[in-house]
């Protein structure tokens, strides 16, 4: 058999390749829209697609599915356990292709290897595990999707978030039920999420690509108390953040049927003559992906700052308007890899108009373009603009790290989700961004100055500020 994990570290998101030596025929679950990476995968591997399955409707990426079942004669398993997504009756297949909704208790064949359905809502109501028994050792794995991860289970506030008539109170339950039924499974048995440790599907996922049920049934908080409703509610709510505002349009695409890419749009590259045009013009955004002091020196004002690492793509993703045209500030060699992370979380590639390198805007004279009004500050000076009510603050860590401490009067919106929240800021008065370290509140300091604010950065985050006794509350 074999088993390959596909990994995107941008969106902590892993899908499948699990193909059968014997006949070299393969399954991908849960792939992403830029298909390309598994059909080169399968050729390294000597394997042909026959199939791909997903175990839920996503909301924090593109699926592929849709865009497999055009391009590829495949075999799509899906669930029927929640309402029919609409393109399921309007896609136009290629030939050969076919979808195939699965309930639970069924089984299908990829080759000689047999997948049986596990009915697993709670993250969303139609949330399906594919367990297999591997031919060679005869131990279960289950491909979990965002059911259940190591040490942690996927938030059942998303599952009511984006399931239509589903009630929070019936996502907990429903979860609670899901595990409960995996008590008659042994130890031994492998678990293969959806997603790895930053993803926001769940609350505090560990940095490992797989567990068991024997170490999730002694370090998952949520999996040890499924049989006590009160500390199994307490343990999958406590501390969650809201659901990053992209999720519902990522979920919308999804529903009617994202476009897959069995190559890569390829932007141009920008003169310097049209980079500078395009830095005058509100309906373009651009992308910054240099480090954050190479963004402050040139303060462009329909700027992004959004380095090219970890969390990239939710950042991104969460300060876009849908009718945004794009410019990427970016070396050469990222260009491709920032495209695909941009696909999978939602960006048409019509809209991605051109990219520049860093260097070039670098060698641009000052005065080339208008600048924004943004700057870093360090906590001396936030405390003197905060004794004297010359600035507000925004606190743009989680909930938990703003309960454990704040400065005063702090308005605490995290930083994905400023976009939406924007208008609940003073724009009378310069803003005072925060964080732990200074990365997230740079992000969002220079999407305030893009909308027009006075915004500071406050460098090195909160406990600079809290250590030097400055007053702060809780």
Known sequence: ???????????????????CRATNTAIVIDPSCDIDRYLEAAASEGV????????HVHADFISGVCGFLAVQPVRAYLSVEGPESPWMSTATLVKGAEIVRLHAGESFTVGKLTFTVRHTPGHTRESLTFELTSPATGTKLLFSGDFLFAGDVGRPDLGAFATDGMTLQEAVDRLRGSLAALDDLPADTQVLPGHGAGSECGKSICNIPATTLGIERVINRAMKHHGD???????????????????????????IGARAFTELPQPRLLTSEEFALRCERP????????????????????????????????????????????VLIAPRATVPEIVRVLLRVGVLPESIDGWIEPRTVSTLATGSFPTCGIDDISAVHAHELV????????????????????????????????????????????????????SRSARAAAFLARSGFTAFNMRGGYWPYAGRGFRVEA
């Open 229 to 255: 409703e009160g500390e199994f509610t307490t343990a999958v709510l406590a501390g969650a953040t809201e659901p990053p505002p992209y999720f519902a349009r990522v979920k919308k695409l999804n529903e």
């Open 387 to 438: 004794e004297m009510g010359a600035a507000s603050c925004v606190d743009v860590r989680t909930c938990t790290e703003y309960r454990a401490g704040h400065l005063p009067d702090a308005k605490h919106i995290p930083y994905t989700h400023l976009r939406v929240r924007v208008g609940e800021l003073d724009r009378t008065k310069p803003v005072i961004c925060y964080c732990r370290g200074g």
């Open 283 to 326: 309906e373009f955004t651009i992308i910054d992906t240099r480090p954050w002091n190479d963004y402050l020196d040139s303060r462009l004002p329909y700027a992004i700052s959004a380095p090219f690492e970890g969390p990239f793509g939710a950042t991104v993703a969460n300060y876009l308007e849908p009718d945004d045209r794009l």
């Open 48 to 55: 042909r697609i026959t199939a791909v399955a997903e175990t």
């Open 1 to 19: 058999m074999l088993l390959r994990r596909i990994y995107d570290p941008h969106l902590a998101q892993a899908s499948y390749l699990v193909g």
